[in-house]
């Protein structure tokens, strides 16, 4: 959702609301939603003017989150100071980052003067209030994903799937060839293939992919699956899908093969990279350009998943092209 005025901010926080009674949240988390929902929005009008808020439910097969997303590119802040209660550059009361974290099961802000802020709020269903850990996330794997249609078209030709167990996470990233629902098919239909075995060797993984695919539109598809008691990285992708491996000090490719899934012969060579637990996988589409670098963003690869993904989207999505971009971390060795 575009946000350029306050008449908008009553717009997302019914949106935001109509999402969580959509997942049965109780009234509650609905109410706590829509504070959230409104304090991001008003942040957006007072501060930067003008900027986004994205909207999603995560899954996890245990439970449903509420993510909300506020992107800008305005003057920036000084988040430290900000989360106080009464700091205020607006001539408000100053509790409005304040008031976010204590609401939020998980809270993070990222901001660089002169270059804008992106701010990352979940609510997790029967989560307990004032449970936010700035920059920390939850225990044990933290992940960020966002994946959005082009403008014009309602569905997405891009999926993503990420599935965990002890030791191991599984990652996936497909982009259905072109636009609108016959991409979006191709790409759900990657991602069933995927989660019905999702921690097989990548390779043996998109050779089921291919043949799940054949006879439709196709399809552009990576998997990683991340072995932290072996600290290794195991990777095969197909198309124009970007994987790296990012940690503080640098970041490094892994390697897709040309084709498309379903539609021509598979070149299904997996490779092997070593991966260290504080170090974390970059997965994208080609509706985001792979000229990107952490260096150019200091402090942002402390901040949580969601916050990178965040940031990453705003400065490197292509304006003609679906987008997905997933940021994956952490998991028990």
Same mark, same amino acid.
């Given at each position: 959702?575009?946000?350029?005025?306050?008449?908008?901010? =009553?717009?997302?926080?019914?949106?935001?609301?109509?999402?969580?009674?959509?997942?049965?949240?109780?009234?509650?988390?609905?109410? %706590?939603?829509?504070?959230?929902?409104?304090?991001?929005?008003?942040?957006?009008?007072?501060?930067?003017?003008?900027?986004?808020?994205?909207?999603?439910?995560?899954?996890?097969?245990? #439970?449903?989150?509420?993510?909300?997303?506020?992107?800008?590119?305005?003057?920036?802040?000084?988040?430290? %100071?900000?989360?106080?209660?009464?700091?205020?550059?607006?001539?408000?009361?100053?509790?409005?980052?304040?008031?976010? #974290?204590?609401?939020?099961?998980?809270?993070?802000?990222?901001?660089?003067?002169?270059?804008?802020?992106?701010?990352?709020?979940?609510?997790?269903?029967?989560?307990?209030?004032?449970?936010?850990?700035?920059?920390?996330?939850?225990?044990?794997?933290?992940?960020?994903?966002?994946?959005?249609?082009?403008?014009?078209?309602?569905?997405?030709?891009?999926?993503?799937?990420?599935?965990?167990? #002890?030791?191991?996470?599984?990652?996936?990233?497909?982009?259905?060839?072109?636009?609108?629902?016959?991409?979006?098919?191709?790409?759900?239909?990657?991602?069933?293939?995927?989660?019905?075995?999702?921690?097989?060797?990548?390779?043996?993984?998109?050779? %089921?992919?291919?043949?799940?695919?054949?006879?439709?539109?196709?399809?552009?598809?990576?998997?990683?699956?991340?072995?932290?008691?072996?600290?290794?990285?195991?990777?095969?992708?197909?198309?124009?899908?970007?994987?790296?491996?990012?940690?503080?000090?640098?970041?490094?490719?892994?390697?897709?093969?040309?084709?498309?899934?379903?539609?021509?012969?598979? *070149?299904?060579?997996?490779?092997?990279?070593?991966?260290?637990?504080?170090? *974390?996988?970059?997965?994208?589409?080609?509706?985001? #350009?792979? *000229?990107?670098?952490?260096?150019?963003?200091?402090?942002?690869?402390?901040?949580?998943?969601?916050?990178?993904? =965040?940031?990453?989207?705003?400065?490197?999505?292509?304006?003609?092209?679906?987008?997905?971009?997933?940021?994956?971390?952490?998991?028990?060795?």
């Amino acid at each position: 959702m575009q946000v350029e005025d306050a008449s908008q901010v =009553g717009d997302c926080r019914r949106a935001v609301q109509r999402l969580a009674q959509a997942h049965e949240f109780d009234e509650t988390l609905v109410g %706590r939603a829509g504070i959230i929902a409104t304090e991001l929005a008003n942040n957006l009008v007072r501060h930067a003017k003008r900027g986004e808020l994205l909207l999603q439910a995560i899954h996890d097969g245990l #439970s449903i989150t509420i993510e909300m997303v506020t992107i800008d590119r305005g003057p920036g802040m000084p988040v430290e %100071r900000c989360m106080r209660d009464g700091y205020s550059t607006a001539g408000t009361a100053g509790t409005g980052l304040g008031a976010i #974290s204590r609401l939020s099961s998980m809270f993070d802000v990222y901001s660089l003067d002169g270059q804008g802020t992106v701010a990352v709020s979940r609510i997790e269903k029967q989560a307990a209030p004032g449970s936010a850990r700035q920059g920390k996330g939850p225990p044990g794997l933290e992940f960020g994903a966002i994946s959005l249609a082009v403008v014009g078209e309602v569905e997405c030709g891009d999926a993503w799937r990420i599935a965990a167990r #002890s030791g191991s996470t599984a990652i996936l990233v497909a982009d259905g060839i072109g636009h609108g629902p016959l991409a979006a098919t191709a790409a759900s239909a990657a991602a069933v293939a995927f989660s019905a075995r999702p921690f097989e060797a990548p390779s043996e993984a998109m050779q %089921r992919l291919h043949h799940a695919l054949s006879g439709g539109r196709g399809a552009a598809a990576a998997c990683a699956l991340v072995n932290l008691a072996n600290a290794k990285l195991s990777y095969c992708g197909v198309g124009n899908i970007s994987g790296t491996v990012i940690s503080a000090e640098k970041s490094r490719g892994m390697v897709s093969h040309y084709g498309i899934l379903g539609a021509q012969v598979l *070149r299904k060579q997996q490779f092997e990279y070593p991966i260290a637990a504080q170090e *974390r996988v970059v997965m994208h589409s080609d509706g985001m #350009s792979a *000229r990107w670098s952490m260096t150019d963003y200091p402090g942002l690869y402390m901040r949580h998943a969601a916050v990178i993904a =965040g940031v990453l989207y705003r400065d490197h999505a292509r304006p003609r092209d679906d987008v997905t971009v997933v940021v994956v971390s952490g998991g028990e060795p």
